[in-house]
């Protein structure tokens, strides 16, 4: 029997929170403020979600749009009252002005996480050599997870690269899981699933009135059950 997929949901407070789990979700994303592409929830709406559902939740560590990390110390003291409250897993990622991994400013973020588990989101799409960023990447502590489309453009542009990525698992900086979001459809799973690939992001797809809306559970739902393959009701 293959391994279930993991599904990951962007939520932005309770009502998601809720809807998602509800609907088969195995973990959310935690953000605020998607008009600038998810930024760092309040310590408040952490613990609100973290009263609400029993998955696991990974905030996102984000001050600012675009992917440089900004006020590095604002950052850590963020983060370090998110793991007061309770947070246990979290998001980051940040590049150089040369589209370079910064990875003093990562280094800095990692070392208040204690730990904890991580994933570096679709920074890894907009630098200038992945390979080079996993690499540097590889021995952080707590580093388990990829968010990556394969491409700045989407699933549809990077699929080949998710792939060949995928087949590279074992080698040097390709320890890690490769969490598939970023413009993904339903139709890409299969070509990812036959890859190996079995851990799926969803934001918009969950919501069938956009971002103006909330998570629908039935929208999730219908991920869970396809990515199980299981007969659509």
């Not at 400013?105 to 570096?120: H, K, M, P, Q, S």
């Not at 996993?134 to 968010?147: E, F, I, S, V």
């Not at 491409?151 to 990525?165: I, K, M, N, Q, R």
């Amino acid at each position: 029997m293959s391994k279930r997929a993991v599904l990951e949901v962007i939520a932005l407070d309770v009502e998601d929170a809720v809807a998602a789990q509800a609907g088969g979700a195995d973990r959310l994303e935690l953000v605020t403020d998607m008009a600038a592409d998810g930024l760092t929830p309040s310590v408040a709406a952490f613990a609100g979600i973290r009263a609400a559902v029993d998955i696991d939740l990974r905030v996102m560590l984000r001050l600012a749009d675009g992917f440089a990390a900004g006020d590095v110390e604002r950052l850590t003291a963020v983060a370090g009252e998110l793991r007061e409250a309770g947070a246990d897993q979290f998001v980051l990622g940040f590049l150089d002005s040369d589209g370079g991994v910064d990875l003093a400013a990562v280094e800095r973020v990692v070392g208040v996480l204690d730990g904890c588990a991580w994933t570096f989101h679709r920074a890894i799409d907009r630098a200038a050599d992945r390979e080079a960023l996993r690499k540097q990447l590889a021995d952080l502590p707590g580093l388990d997870t990829y968010l990556t489309a394969g491409s700045a453009a989407g699933v549809d542009d990077g699929l080949p690269t998710l792939v060949a990525e995928a087949g590279r698992r074992g080698e040097p900086g390709y320890d890690q899981t490769v969490l598939v979001g970023g413009g993904l459809r339903l139709d890409h799973v299969p070509a990812l699933r036959a890859a190996g690939i079995d851990a799926f992001h969803i934001g918009g797809a969950a919501r069938p009135d956009g971002w103006t809306g909330p998570v629908s559970a039935k929208s999730v739902a219908h991920w869970r059950t396809l990515l199980d393959d299981r007969p659509v009701a």
